[in-house]
């Protein structure tokens, strides 16, 4: 039942904003979070606050991350590896080059 509930309150009728109440909307939907416009009883489109459009991108990058490092774990076999030291002779880099930098803290 509550979905019911949640469904009715997040639709609201394109003729909303024929009438001239889309500031209105706008508002409502920062204040409470997505809504779905409806035309001729069918979902048009969803509206979503800008902070919330960016949280659904950063999940849907997390997501898409977490995939390829998943893919890459699963052909992960420690042969195909090389150091630090020899990736730096391969590309012609050498400690000297490094020691101007910062260290790099990762997550």
């Known amino acids: 039942m509550a979905s019911v509930v949640s469904a009715i ?3 609201i009728s394109i003729s ?3 009438r001239g109440l889309a500031g209105k909307i706008f508002a409502e939907v920062k204040r409470t979070g997505a ?3 409806m035309k001729n009883n069918s979902p ?3 509206l979503l606050s800008p902070e919330e459009y960016v949280c659904l991108m950063d999940e ?3 997501a898409r ?3 390829l490092a998943a893919e890459r774990m699963n052909h992960y076999t420690s042969d195909s590896t090389i150091s630090m030291e020899e990736m730096n002779r ?3 880099i050498s400690d000297a080059d490094l020691t101007d930098f910062e260290e ?3 997550e």
Do not use: A, H, P, S
């Open 65 to 67: 991350l977490l995939t």
């Open 16 to 18: 909303l904003f024929n």
């Open 44 to 46: 048009e489109v969803v």
């Open 35 to 37: 809504k779905v416009v």
């Open 104 to 106: 790099v803290e990762f």
């Open 60 to 62: 849907v990058n997390d």
């Open 9 to 11: 309150q997040n639709t």
């Open 90 to 92: 391969r590309l012609g």
